[in-house]
């Protein structure tokens, strides 16, 4: 059930390059991540009040700098500058770069499978994406990178915090601290160059309403409170596996709003990469299941030993 229900956050984050692209086309970065997150922050804090503790305002901050400033930033930027198809495609890599984050920093070391696997996508998307060739834009490609590495970041924190606070102060603050902070950049960018802000505002239509409603209801509200709750029961591996569904949504609403088209070929890497995805994401989680079924029958066994000594 926990999967499913994280195969349902991913699909809605999924639809957010396409919708952004058909609904809000033009709109500057940093004014829809104001507002997907901090009507959201907001609205979940009047169904649910709570206020941290003083000791937890740092480690808040620092999660919504991150997971939310940064990330809804550099998401934006790649709605506006990449299909939506490669956008999706492109965050399946999240499990190499939490893979590498996990090797350099916490000295965890990935198995044989993660390694293939991680391999195996890094040129798969080597391919797909073309460097040498470059035809996407740069900008959309670097957001993306910078995009995957916050969201590993950002995760990581969250699951330090399952342990110190309820998941739901976590979920209201970290949109209510990031969004604040994207509301008070976007204001300083407005003042400096204010034509894409004044465009948007003078022309403002129910298209725009509906699209701000699908991101603050369904991408952010719901979407984020099942992410925030499902780290506090799953493992961020096991989560990964369930953004499988992210790519797909990319692709089918790409498709259907705004017309993305691409190669055979091209649809052939994508669904490569997917499969790698989702076929080495299983491995990884079945092996470390066994592995903890049988540490866990080992210290039964010894426990029996030393009982019956």
């Known amino acids: 059930m926990n999967i499913i229900l994280a195969m349902l956050a991913a699909f809605f984050w999924g639809t957010t390059y396409a919708v952004t ?16 997150a901090l009507p959201a922050g907001l609205l979940l804090l009047a169904i649910k009040p709570s206020i941290p503790k003083a000791k937890d305002w740092p480690i808040l901050i620092r999660l919504g700098s991150i997971n939310i400033a940064l990330f809804f930033g550099l998401l934006f930027i790649m709605a506006q500058t990449l299909p939506s198809a490669i956008s999706g495609v492109g965050m399946v890599s999240l499990p190499v770069f939490a893979m590498f984050y996990y090797w350099l920093i916490h ?47 950002g995760s990581n924190i969250i699951q330090g915090l399952k342990a110190r606070m309820h998941w739901w102060s976590v979920l209201c603050w970290q949109l209510i601290i990031g969004g604040s902070l994207l509301s008070i950049i976007a204001f300083a960018h407005a003042l400096s160059s204010p034509t894409q802000y004044l465009s948007a505002l003078q022309h403002f239509s129910l298209l725009n309403a509906l699209g701000l409603i699908w991101l603050i209801l369904l991408n952010t509200m719901l979407a984020y409170a099942l992410y925030v709750w499902l780290l506090s029961r799953m493992t961020v591996v096991e989560f990964t596996f369930a953004g499988i569904s992210n790519p797909i949504a990319g692709i089918l609403m790409g498709l259907l709003l705004v017309g993305d088209t691409f190669t055979l070929y091209q649809y052939l890497l994508m669904a490569c990469i997917i499969a ?24 039964t066994l010894n426990s029996a030993i030393n009982l019956s000594s």
Do not use: C, H
């Not at 692209?21 to 997907?36: D, E, F, K, V």
């Not at 499978?113 to 080597?126: D, E, K, P, V």
């Not at 080495?280 to 029958?297: A, D, V």
């Open 21 to 36: 692209q058909y609904s809000l086309s033009g709109w500057p970065p940093l004014l829809l991540g104001a507002l997907r």
């Open 107 to 153: 000295k965890k070391a990935p198995t044989k499978i993660q390694l293939i696997s991680g391999t195996i996508l890094i040129s798969l998307a080597w391919v797909l994406f073309d460097p040498l060739n470059l035809t996407l834009n740069p900008v959309g490609l670097f957001a993306m990178f910078a995009a995957l590495m916050s969201i590993v970041i």
């Open 276 to 299: 790698t995805s989702l076929i080495g994401s299983l491995l990884s989680t079945y092996y470390e299941r066994k592995k903890r079924q049988k540490l866990s029958g080992d210290n």
